[in-house]
T-cell receptor, first 113, second 113 residues
Framework: EADIYQTPRYLVIGTGKKITLECSQT?????MYWYQQDPGMELHLIHY???????EKGDLSSESTVSRIRTEHFPLTLESARPSHTSQYLC????????????FGDGTRLSIL | GNSVTQMEGPVTLSEEAFLTINCTYT??????LFWYVQYPGEGLQLLLK?????DKGSNKGFEATYRKETTSFHLEKGSVQVSDSAVYFC????????????FGKGMKLTVNP
């Protein structure tokens, strides 16, 4: 019943390439998030957005950038990929309010050679 | 600041065993509390939530009660199944504008037949 979609699911690519990870949601949620999940499972918030034209950096510093031109779309870009960017990236969205749960996509597993 | 401390595991149980995953939190104000589950190769799914003291969240045989006096939100299930094998995350969200989820580090559960 996923209403939030991430593409690609897997990406193996060489160092120095520009990468864009796509995230789209059909629920009309104002808030969207990007998390980086390390092999030890811990989740780190790297970017979030409160709505169109709003982007904020998260708790973990990241060389990636994000944009929010449309409510439903929140892509993440790496201008020049490095092996240290190898990780799983999870996108999520939610309605406003502290009681509202976040809905997650299935993630993109990124490997930089 | 806000934080969540949960059992980290990994934990291995036999089918039909009783499960408890401890979770305690530190937060200002009155946070909402969540348990998320991540099955292999997928993103996180909301398992249950509670938004005020003494609320009990329940889903799929799992239960957790919001205990303000002990700042805890322990997850329990009376009889686990092989299909419950997953990673479990405790999380909180405070209001006041930030509305960011704070996650525990996750606990991997394996249930053997």
């Amino acid at each position: 019943e996923a209403d939030i979609y991430q593409t690609p699911r897997y990406l193996v690519i060489g160092t120095g390439k520009k990468i864009t990870l796509e995230c789209s949601q059909t629920m009309g949620h104002d808030k969207m998030y990007w998390y980086q999940q390390d092999p030890g499972m811990e989740l780190h918030l790297i970017h979030y957005s409160y709505g169109v034209n709003s982007t904020e950096k998260g708790d973990l510093s990241s060389e990636s950038t994000v944009s929010r031109i449309r409510t439903e779309h929140f892509p993440l870009t790496l201008e020049s990929a490095r092996p240290s960017h190898t990780s799983q990236y999870l996108c999520a969205s939610s309605e406003l309010g502290r009681e509202q749960p976040q809905h997650f996509g299935d993630g993109t597993r990124l490997s930089i050679l | 600041g806000n934080s969540v401390t949960q059992m980290e595991g990994p934990v291995t149980l036999s089918e039909e065993a009783f499960l408890t995953i401890n979770c305690t939190y530190t937060a200002t104000g009155y946070p909402s509390l969540f348990w998320y589950v991540q099955y292999p190769g997928e993103g996180l799914q909301l398992l249950l939530k509670a938004t005020k003291a003494d609320d009990k969240g329940s889903n799929k045989g799992f239960e957790a009660t919001y205990r303000k006096e002990t700042t805890s939100f322990h997850l329990e299930k009376g009889s686990v199944q092989v299909s419950d094998s997953a990673v479990y995350f405790c999380a909180l969200m405070s209001g006041g504008g930030s509305e960011k989820l704070v996650f525990g580090k996750g606990m991997k559960l394996t249930v053997n037949p």
